[in-house]
Every structure is written in C-alpha cells, then in structure tokens.
C-alpha cells in the first residue's frame, strides 16, 4: 500500500471542496457532459432520441465505474477513450452513439467548468464569511483606539475597528471580482475538433447552446479545440488575489501578536494546544503563519496559468499537465486559509490593555500632527508649527521625557495652548478623526450574509 505524498490528502484543504475535484466527482461531471450532448444531438434529429435518454439514462447513474475507466485508460493510454468505452459498454446497442462528433476537451473543459462553478460557489460562501465576521468585529471594536504604525514605527492613534473595516471592503472587493469571473470561467464548449463543428453537423451551434443551457453553463462566443486559457488565468489571479488578503491580514495579526506587541493574538488552546516542543509558554501563531505559506503557494499558481495561454495553433497539450494540479489546488487551499482565518478573526483576543500601554510608551509623541495643527488654529504659521514639535519630539526623545513636559516649557507653545487646551491635543481618543464614521457607514453600505 503506498503513502500519500501530496498534504492536500492528509493535512490541507476540507471535504465539501476536495470532493469536486475528487477523481470520482470528475468522472460524474464528464458523464453528465455526455448525457448532456445524446440529449442535445437527439433533440435536433442527430441521434434516435431512445439512444439519447438511454446515454444518459446510463451517464447519471452509477454503471460507469471508476475502476473500469482506469482498467481501459491504462491500455489506451488516453482518458476520455477510456470514459468513452467504459459508458458505450453499458449503453448496449446505443453505445454507438456515444460521444458522436465529439473531442475529448469538449467533455473535459465542459466539466471542469461545471467543477469550476461549484467550487466558486464555494468561494463565494467563504468571503461572505469572512466578510461579515470582519464586519462584526469592526463594529464591536470601532471605538478601540490603538497605535497607528507606518514604516513599523509609531505614527498617530487609529482604531481597530478602522483595521478590521479595511479588510472589511477589501474582502468585498474580491466578492465582486468572483461573482464578475463567473460568466468567463463556467463556460463549457461543445465545437469538436478544431472548434468548427464539422463533426456536429450543420446545427452545431444549436447544440452546444442546448448542452450549455441543460447544465446551467455559458456558451462560447467562439473557441477552437479547447476553452481559451485566458478564462482560468483569469480566475486563477482572483484567487491569487483573495490569497494575498488573506495573507495581509494574517502578517497584520501576526505583527500585532509578537510578544512586545502583544495587542492581538489568534485564538489558543489552553486546555489542550501545544505551543512548542520545548518552550512551554509559547503561543504561536500558527494559523496566522499556515495560512501565509499556503497563501504564497496559491499565488505561484499565476505563472502557470499565464503560460498556458499561449498554445500552438488550434490546440497542444503542454496545458493539461500543469492544470491537473493548479486549478483544484487554488481551489482546495483558498477555501481552507479562507475558513482558517475567518475562525482566527471570529476567536480573536483583544488586549486593550497593552494598546493602552502602547499608547502611553510614545510618550504622548503620536500626538506631535495633532498639537502641530491645534497651533495653527491659534494663528502660528503651519511650517514654522511643524519645527517645532520636530524640534520638541527630537528634544523628548533624546532626553527620555514626555513630549507634553518639552511642549510645557516652549513659550510660544504655552501661550498658544494655556492650560488645558494642550492636554485636549494631546488625548489619543480625541484624534481618531471620522474612523468611527468609517465604519458605521461601510456597515450600512453591506449587507451581512447577503450577496452583492
């Protein structure tokens, strides 16, 4: 008995998704695509119609075994032959009639649009998922006030609801990117050899739009022996795409969970998680970092799928290789760091008290833009304003004091902002800007758990 080798058996991705483009499940949607065309084919006086409802009587049942397709496949050599045999033997006499005028990517493309769709389908559940449990977490956190970094240093106060509402619309974006592929990636193709459709007869636009509407599939606009590549390039990039936010907002919790940090970590544990082999305190993030390794993996899918768009004339095969693994595998671990990491942020732990910390750690200096403009309100010049608190933050830095100790003892400061006005420019709470409005009205714009 031989191992498994690929982790997508025995340690990445999720049944609901693995099972579409199980060996099984590829066989059912090539079946079903054959069913399909004896239908087509009888209905414009092609085949005998009792010939096409026994086809396809025999393709949605459960005759046409797996293990026999392989039996044939291994004398043939060939795939789709040995799909063809394998269902013309059950058929009996209408055999003969199976796969009539057809090549092979009429069935393989036409079902792997069918998986694609699917698996899309998928997808989309899972971004609205993770849309809307970013959403409920950016409600819940809008007046969060936190350390804003730039360069990975401080810079002024912001809100976690703000960091979440980020992700937030992000998130919808790529919904909108998905359901806008949709029409360009489940498109079958019906055309045969070269894509004219001599093999079809005179109506074989006819039954390639008659096959496509049966199985809930777009027609082509004109292909030639196989859907053109650009369409799964297309979908493949969405993926990407989705992956590298996924990615984004992991390293952004990840950052946020390093130790000196501290103001965010993924959910543990403490009952029963490891953290490490040997240093018992740890809590790493593990999700977080499992699903950034798998996200990158996705993303080295684009090349690939570019590649294969440029093919030799009406078709070569330097395709069918590469797209054996790329599709399911985009497909099986996007969905799984999708759902990864839409636990990760519905479990997330906030530790207002080290923001809180953190915010008291820069000694006031995030607030040097805040007090800059509260001195030009009072007639101070904007530039000369700026030296200033450049100056002062230079002063406080060097000398380890607060910045609102340097700011009391410049004159010009203190006759501009007496008392407690320099206090209220300095409060972190108060220089958040519209972020709590930010939120609010993103969250009137989406619906949660709906669609569009």
Not at 121 to 139: H, N, P, Y
Not at 200 to 214: C, F, H, R, T
Request: aromatic share 4%; with cysteine.
């Amino acid at each position: 008995m031989s191992e498994s080798v690929c982790p997508l058996e025995f340690r990445y991705g999720f049944p609901e998704m693995k099972k579409i483009f199980g060996e099984g499940a590829k066989l059912g949607y090539m079946l079903l695509v054959e069913g399909a065309l004896a239908l087509a084919q009888a209905k414009v006086g092609t085949i005998p119609p009792e010939a096409a409802r026994a086809i396809d009587s025999v393709a949605r049942s459960d005759k046409v075994k797996l293990e026999r397709v392989k039996q044939i496949e291994a004398e043939t050599k060939h795939d789709i032959m040995a799909l063809v045999k394998s269902l013309s033997e059950q058929c009996g006499e209408n055999g003969r009639f199976v796969h009539l005028g057809a090549t092979s990517n009429d069935i393989i493309d036409t079902a792997s649009a069918l998986q694609l769709k699917e698996a899309q389908e998928l997808l989309r559940k899972d971004i609205v998922s993770m849309r809307d449990t970013l959403l409920a977490q950016a409600l819940k956190h809008k007046n969060t006030v936190m350390l804003g970094r730039t360069h990975g240093q401080w810079a002024i106060p912001t809100t976690l609801g703000l960091k979440f509402a980020i992700f937030v619309a992000e998130f919808q974006r790529h919904l909108q990117r998905l359901d806008e592929v949709e029409k360009r990636i489940c498109v079958g193709k019906i055309s045969g050899a070269v894509g004219t459709g001599a093999g079809y007869g005179p109506k074989a636009l006819e039954i390639q739009d008659l096959v496509m509407e049966s199985i809930g599939l777009h027609a082509p606009d004109a292909t030639n022996q196989i859907i053109q590549r650009d369409r799964y390039a297309e979908f493949i990039f969405v993926l990407a795409n989705i992956a590298a936010s996924v990615e984004k907002l992991a390293t952004e919790i990840r950052l946020l969970q390093r130790s000196e940090v501290g103001e965010l970590s993924e959910p543990f544990d403490e009952k029963k998680q490891v953290g490490s082999s040997t240093m018992a305190q740890k809590r790493n993030p593990i999700v977080c970092e499992n699903s950034c390794g798998l996200a990158r993996v996705v993303r080295g899918y684009v090349t690939p799928a570019l590649e294969n768009v440029s093919l030799w004339h009406e078709r070569d095969l330097t395709n069918s290789s590469s797209e054996r693994i790329i599709l399911p595998h985009a497909c099986i671990l996007t969905d799984y760091i999708l759902q990864n990491m839409t636990k990760v942020v519905k479990g997330i732990r906030v530790n207002r008290d080290a923001m809180q910390a953190n915010l008291e750690e820069t000694g006031g200096s995030i607030m040097a833009e805040s007090v800059m403009l509260a001195l030009t309100e009072k007639g101070m010049g904007r530039q000369e304003a700026h030296e200033v608190l450049r100056k002062s933050a230079i002063d406080a830095r060097n000398k380890d004091r607060p910045l609102h100790e340097v700011l009391r003892a410049d004159k010009k400061v203190r006759k501009l902002l007496p008392g407690t006005e320099l206090d209220k420019a300095l409060d972190y709470s108060s220089y958040i800007g519209v972020a709590v409005e930010t939120v609010e009205r993103l969250a009137r714009k989406i619906k949660p758990s709906g669609g569009k």
